[in-house]
C-alpha cells in the first residue's frame, strides 16, 4: 500500500480523489500497489463530504508523517506551493502536480532536488490538463531532435475563438457567455491575454531542449484584438484564427511565440475547436505527431494527476530522468523570427496599394467586401521588418500571422 497526501482539495484536488476513488481496482492492478489517500490538506472544512474524515489544516502534520510516500500538490499558486513540493522532495517523497505556474517558475530546482533524493517530480496535468504529453516528451519522442512544437493550449480561448467563427458572434458577447457556462474564469485576464499558453509553451519548450526557458522572454499576444472583421477574412483565406503557443528549432537557438495565428484546412490543427486543446510535435525522425483532447476540466485533469501518481508509485527510490536544467536556452530574438503576416490598413485600396508595396513588396490582396479598408498577406518576412514597416505606414488596423 503507498499512503499519498492531496494539497488543496478544490477542483482538481477533489477530482484526484474521485478518480482514486472510482477506479480504485484498476489503478490498484495496474501500479501493482494499492494507492490510499491518508491527508488532505485545506483550509476549509468539508462537512458531509466524503474526504471529510482526512482533511488537515496544517502541511506539518502531513510533512511530519513518515508513513507519506508520495505528495500530490493541486494548490495551485506560487506560494505555499513553492514550499511545501520543496520540503516533501528534501524527505526524498515523490511529488505530482498540476501547477504549471510553480512549474514554468521551479521546473528545474524541483527536478534537481528529486534527481538527488532519488524520488520525481511529476507535472503531466501541468500542460494540456487530459493530454498526455509531458510523458511523451520525455520518453516516446526522447529519440528525436525536436523540430517544432505547436499547440493549441488554452480551451478558453479556443472556445471564444470558434464561437465567433461558427457564429459570428463578437468577443467581448462570447466571452460574457463563456463566463456564464463556466468555460470561462471571472477574471479571464490569464487566458485572453496569452499568459496561460504562455507558461505551457514555456515548459514544453525547456523539457524539448532540456534547458529553461523564461516564460517573461516569450513574446506574448492575446486575442483581445480579434474582430469579425478578421474572422470575415480568415474565411474568404480558406482558414480559421486560432491562439498558438509554438517553439521552433533554428540552427542552435530556438524562436518561441505566444499569439494568434491563420491555419488552413489543410493544417492538422484547423479541426481543432471548441474547449479542446491539441499539440501538434514535429520530431526529426518520428515526423509530426499530434496529441488532442480536453486540456481542461476536473475529471481529464485529475485523471492525469493521477497518471503520474501511479508512475511515482511504481519507481520507488528511483528517479526518472527529466532534462531540464537551469541554463537558459538561447532564444532567436524576436525581431528575427519570421512569418507570413494577414495585415490590414484602414483607407481604400486605391489610397494604400503603392505605399503598402513600397514597404511590405510584393502582396496578395484579400477582399472581404470592406471597402473603407485594404488586406493583403505578405511574403515571409522577419518581425523586424513587419515592425519598420508598421511604423512607416502608421495606418494598420490588425496584423495576423500565418502559422
Ligand atoms: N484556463 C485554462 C484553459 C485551463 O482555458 O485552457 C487551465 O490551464
Known amino acids: 500500500m503507498i499512503n499519498i497526501s492531496i494539497l488543496g482539495y478544490g477542483t482538481i484536488g477533489s477530482g484526484v480523489f474521485q478518480v482514486l476513488k472510482e477506479n480504485c ?20 472544512d468539508f462537512p458531509g463530504d466524503v474526504a471529510e474524515g482526512i482533511i488537515v489544516h496544517d ?21 505555499p506551493a513553492y514550499e511545501f513540493v520543496k520540503a516533501s522532495l ?31 517530480f511529476l507535472f503531466e496535468a501541468s500542460v494540456g490538463g487530459g493530454i498526455p504529453i509531458i510523458r511523451p516528451l520525455k520518453s516516446s519522442i526522447a529519440p528525436d531532435v525536436v523540430e517544432q512544437i505547436s499547440g493549441i493550449l488554452n480551451g478558453t480561448t479556443n472556445y471564444i475563438l470558434t464561437e465567433m467563427t461558427e457564429n459570428g458572434t463578437d468577443f467581448e458577447t462570447v466571452l460574457k457567455d463563456a463566463q456564464a457556462k463556466g468555460y470561462a474564469e471571472k477574471d479571464p485576464t490569464a487566458d485572453i491575454e496569452g499568459h496561460d499558453a504562455c507558461r505551457k509553451i514555456a515548459i514544453l519548450t525547456s523539457l524539448a531542449y532540456g534547458h ?20 470575415n477574412y480568415a474565411k474568404k483565406l480558406g482558414a480559421k484564427i486560432k ?23 489543410t493544417h492538422p490543427l484547423y479541426s481543432v475547436d471548441g474547449v479542446f486543446n491539441a499539440i501538434l510535435v514535429r520530431g526529426n525522425m518520428a515526423g509530426d505527431i499530434m496529441f488532442y483532447g480536453q486540456g481542461a476540466g476536473k475529471l481529464a485533469t485529475a485523471s492525469a494527476v493521477v497518471s503520474d501518481i501511479m ?93
Request: hydrophobic share 35%; charged share 30%; glycine share 8%.
Open 212 to 231: 529553461q526557458v523564461d516564460f517573461e522572454d516569450i513574446y506574448t499576444e492575446g486575442i483581445t484584438k480579434i474582430t469579425n472583421r478578421d474572422i
Open 59 to 79: 502541511f506539518k502534520e502531513i510533512d511530519n508523517d513518515s508513513s507519506i510516500q508520495i505528495v500530490v500538490e493541486t494548490m495551485g499558486g506560487l506560494h
Open 90 to 120: 528534501e524527505k526524498g517523497r515523490s511529488v505530482c502536480t498540476s501547477n504549471k505556474a510553480l512549474v514554468a517558475a521551479f521546473g528545474p530546482e524541483l527536478l534537481k532536488i528529486a534527481e538527488e533524493k532519488k524520488c520525481n
Open 311 to 403: 508512475e511515482a508509485a511504481k519507481h520507488p527510490g528511483i528517479n526518472i530522468k527529466t532534462i531540464w536544467d537551469d541554463k537558459k536556452l538561447e532564444l532567436v530574438p524576436f525581431e528575427e523570427s519570421t512569418s507570413k503576416f494577414f495585415v490590414r490598413v484602414s483607407g481604400t485600396k486605391a489610397e494604400n496599394e503603392a505605399k503598402v508595396s513600397e514597404e511590405f513588396g510584393s502582396v496578395t490582396p484579400v477582399d472581404a467586401g470592406y471597402a473603407d479598408e485594404y488586406a493583403f498577406v505578405t511574403g515571409e518576412i522577419t518581425e523586424g521588418a513587419y515592425i519598420k514597416a508598421e511604423e512607416k505606414l502608421g495606418n494598420i488596423i490588425n496584423k495576423i500571422r500565418f502559422n
Open 25 to 44: 481496482q484498476i489503478i490498484a492492478e495496474r501500479t501493482g500497489e494499492e494507492i490510499k489517500v491518508k491527508s488532505i490538506l485545506d483550509l476549509r
Open 243 to 265: 491562439i498558438f503557443g509554438s517553439s521552433k528549432k533554428q540552427g542552435e537557438k530556438v524562436s518561441a511565440m505566444v499569439a494568434p495565428g491563420l491555419v488552413t484546412a
